[in-house]
């Protein structure tokens, strides 16, 4: 099996990886001088994610408010734990983003255990059609890269796996909603996960 | 490769129900093809968040910074100092991702499993709390089969105005959460009833009176617990059909 040294991706035109000139800093520096109390060194790491954090929160959560406290969360959750975070575990941008996913998912499903079960299942279930604030998202190769990867996944993967990441639901209820066995909404979330690593080279 | 594998695609997106989720948090500890994938799937996810970039407000960036100035770094892990024995501890091997729960319920247990052989020694105790809620002559239980999260009774003595719940085999809470306990009222308020440990076998009397309660509830909470649930319970107990 491979090692997660080798998990390394390298985010859009954040500059992780060589350093490009001589000011720019790696992600993972900028994280380690945080955890040594450099805030401006987290600021920085700031402005290298932030708006890939925050589109993330806001698709996930979708209000704008909302999107905006749960990053802030998950910097400051970020900020507390830098002193943990281990570049052999994986990159920055990811560790962050999985940090932003996490905090995006519990707030939507906190904030629907308050409601009615029923009524939160009739909200729009079609995630293609919230794709589209592309229009503000930032038209770097990198998201071109993983645009292009996600069109050649199958669309029930497809699917299954913007479902999961970006509607925030469980494989439970994908299942529900797109009407098939939890064995099959598993199967279709993991290979359309596998199907991206493998084109997006995150594996050795 | 078992059953449980086909769940590293679903957790790396954060689509597991709690339960599910603290289960798959004890297979990982135990399988490293599963951490291996898990680590690269959760980057494959974060790639996914390039396509959705949107620059936050300007605002963010202040609020952020100046939450930062008043919060310190956490100590960082580290190692112990000395093996004191020398089974658990492989930094060079630490597994990536892995919730530290599991490891702290170990310790525990291993904790709990020592302390417990020195009670014996001196004469009976008198009953504790949970004793004579459970030895109770009018106690009446209820029984949850929660499938491969484990099992739980819950207890409840009118006349004692106390219930308890036992647990075996119950997975330990996801990381970064607690199980808490609630009381059912009869006008079906949920009131905290006290949170549990991370032990997967363990007995707890439940905070408050108990003799007016319909159901006891256990819901995944926040670590430390919250006033009122969060999220639907996972077990919840019907005390009107107790026997």
Redesign the interface.
Known sequence: ????DH?R?V??GAPEGVPSGGTASTLSDLLHR????D?QA??EF??AT???????A??VVRNPAH??EV??EA??DA??????Y?PR???A??WL??I???KA??RI??VE??IA?DETWNRETDPVEQ?Q??E???A?L??AR??GA?ATLTDVQRQA?EL???G?????E?ATLLDVPL?TA??R??????R??DL?G??S | MSDMH?????Y??????EL?RARFEQHLAEC??CR??V???????????????????AS??D???A???Q???????VPPATPATATTVQPAT?R??VPLLVAAALALIVGVGAAVTQPWADDVPPPTAAERVLRAPDAEEVFLDLGDAGRATVVRSKAENRAVIVTEDMVSAPEGKDYELWFQTPDEAMVPAGLMKDDPDQTVVLDGPAAEAIAVGITVE?DGGSRE????PIALFDLTEAT
Not at chain 1, 1 to 4: C, G, K, R
Not at chain 1, 50 to 56: I, N, P, V, W
Not at chain 1, 79 to 84: A, E, H, V
Not at chain 2, 229 to 232: E, G, I, Q, R, V
């Open positions: 099996m491979t090692d997660v998990v991706p985010p859009d945080a955890g040594l109390g805030e987290f600021a700031y402005d932030s708006a890939r954090a925050y589109g993330l806001l698709r999107a905006e990053t802030q910097y400051l900020w507390r734990s830098s002193t943990r281990d575990r994986g990159s941008a990811g983003l999985t932003v996913h996490r998912v519990d499903r906190s255990a308050a079960r794709d604030t592309s503000a998202a930032h770097s990198e998201a993983v645009r996600v796996v999961t990441y970006f925030g639901y469980t494989h439970t994908v064995g598993k199967t979330i993991r290979d359309g996960l596998i991206l690593r997006m995150v594996s | 086909q769940l590293t695609g679903a790396a997106l954060d689509a597991l129900d599910e490293e093809d291996a994938e680590a690269e799937l959760r980057e494959t996810a974060a790639l996914l968040a390039d396509t959705v970039a949107t620059p936050p407000p963010l960036r609020s952020v910074l939450g930062i100035s919060v310190r770094p956490l100590a960082p892990e630490r990536p991702w926040p649930p969060t999220t639907p």
